[in-house]
């Protein structure tokens, strides 16, 4: 089964994970752009929502992309300038899609 480009309708950037040194050696995480993408964006519902807790998964919306290697769930999402964290990340279709749960963070 393959992904219906018609279903891929929103725009959201990759970010990954980055760690500088300032002046006094001290370590700051920062997020790098790697890549903007296609996908679906869909808010879950209460059900689903509960199911993902019973798996100690907080969320609040499926993010569904094309197979990407360089994803992570240390990799941050931006959708419409909201900031959204990967909650989990499960390979489906046999590596043609990544579906993500994330939870929005400030």
Sequence with gaps: MAIH???LNERVTLRAP??????CG???LDFD???TVWAQVDG???REILQAMQANVVASHRIRIRFRDDVTPHCRI???GRMMEVS???????RTMLEMLVREVQ
């Design 33 to 35: 752009d790697i890549a």
């Design 26 to 28: 001290e370590a700051t």
């Design 78 to 80: 931006v959708w419409r």
């Design 88 to 94: 989990s990340l499960v390979e489906r279709m046999d």
């Design 18 to 23: 980055s760690v500088d040194r300032d002046q």
């Design 5 to 7: 480009a018609g279903k």
């Design 44 to 46: 879950l519902a209460s």
